[in-house]
């Protein structure tokens, strides 16, 4: 069965740091971009960061960049989000999605695979 679990998520407060991961199991990411999106009570699904497979190549949000990081470990089959200096508008639940090929890809449409989401609370 394919799947991508998340975990990592939680609570923080304003100014703090959370590092939510995202394995894949029953595929390898090798040949897939990555992308995390977040979705907060209301509002329409955000694409925030995606990841090439293979070349590096990076997207971010405007609402996001300079603050969140993200990475890969295709040994590890995982994908990492480094969320810094959060603020209450990150608080939503945050997915990780995987689309095949090594493009960046800001919308959701070329992804094949989603997890189940984990939530993010800033708030003081």
């Known amino acids: 069965q394919l799947q991508l679990l998340e975990s990592g998520g939680g609570w923080v407060q304003p100014g703090g740091s959370l590092r939510p991961s995202c394995v894949a199991s029953?595929?390898?990411?090798?040949?897939?971009?990555m992308g995390w999106f977040r979705q907060a009570p209301g509002k329409e699904r955000e694409g925030v960061p995606s990841?090439?497979?293979?070349?590096?190549?990076?997207y971010y949000a405007d609402s996001v960049k300079g603050r969140f990081t993200i990475s890969r470990d295709n040994a590890k089959n995982t994908v990492y989000l480094q969320m810094n200096n959060q603020t209450p508008e990150d608080t939503a639940v945050y997915y990780c999605?995987?689309?095949w090929g090594d493009g960046i890809y800001e919308t959701s449409d070329p992804y094949d695979y989603w997890g189940q989401g984990t939530q993010v609370t800033v708030s003081s």
């Open positions: 999605a995987a689309g």
């Open positions: 029953g595929f390898t990411l090798d040949y897939y971009a």
């Open positions: 990841i090439s497979s293979s070349s590096g190549r990076t």
